[in-house]
């Protein structure tokens, strides 16, 4: 059951933080014939599902050594607050005129912007391989058929994106616990709350997040 609940967590992840890589796949390969267009489409995300892999297997290696942890959880804590503070960057895209230049700018946009994805997936299943192979191997659809699908969902039903950034917060405040070094400064600093420090950060983003909806609303 718990498996199950991460490979949730992994897949709403992917959800949230997979819309750009699915329009860096669509805008790469738009100017290519159809049948050329699904070749690369297909190269390009199986390249870049091998490539995540490869980051994420090194990422939960890294993680190990102390306090690489702790800055991990930082990072994965902005990305949180980003996703929810700040406004949607415009994806500029270099449009590949071959089936090789497509799939290579697919490549090198999706390593470029699959930090987050990385991060958070190595930071939520713990080491478990078989998990991360399975999230990752699910993003794949995600990936090639979601760019309309994903855009579409997170407009709306704006919760979907607050659902993430929540996971997003929670595991970075997991990750800054679990670090060897930097858990146990946090546990001797904060020992009546440093339990609660996961759901603290996640209910902080969410808030900032309501609170800049709330204000641009109004604006």
């Not at 090789?100 to 700018?105: E, N």
């Not at 998990?131 to 919760?159: E, K, M, T």
């Amino acid at each position: 059951m718990e498996s199950l609940l991460l490979l949730g967590k992994i897949l709403m992840i992917n959800l949230v933080l997979s819309g750009d890589n699915a329009m860096v796949i669509a805008m790469a390969s738009k100017n290519l014939p159809e049948k050329h267009r699904k070749t690369a489409v297909w190269w390009g995300a199986a390249g870049a599902v091998a490539l995540r892999c490869i980051l994420t297997f090194a990422a939960v290696l890294l993680l190990k050594i102390p306090y690489i942890e702790a800055g991990g959880g930082i990072l994965l804590l902005w990305i949180a607050f980003k996703l929810l503070l700040e406004e949607e960057e415009e994806v500029r895209v270099e449009e590949g005129s071959t089936v090789w230049k497509s799939v290579r700018t697919i490549l090198l946009a999706d390593f470029v912007m699959s930090l987050d994805n990385v991060l958070a997936i190595a930071g939520l299943a713990k080491g478990d391989l078989a998990l991360i192979i399975i999230g990752i191997a699910l993003s794949i659809p995600i990936v090639v058929w979601g760019s309309g699908i994903i855009v579409g969902l997170l407009h709306r039903f704006p919760v979907l994106v607050f659902i993430g950034a929540y996971i997003l917060a929670y595991t970075a405040g997991e990750m800054l616990l679990q670090d060897a070094k930097f858990g146990a400064v946090i546990s001797f600093l904060l020992p009546s709350i440093h339990a609660l420090l996961p759901l603290l950060l996640g209910i902080l983003v969410v808030l900032s997040g309501a609170v800049k909806r709330r204000l641009v609303s109004a604006g």
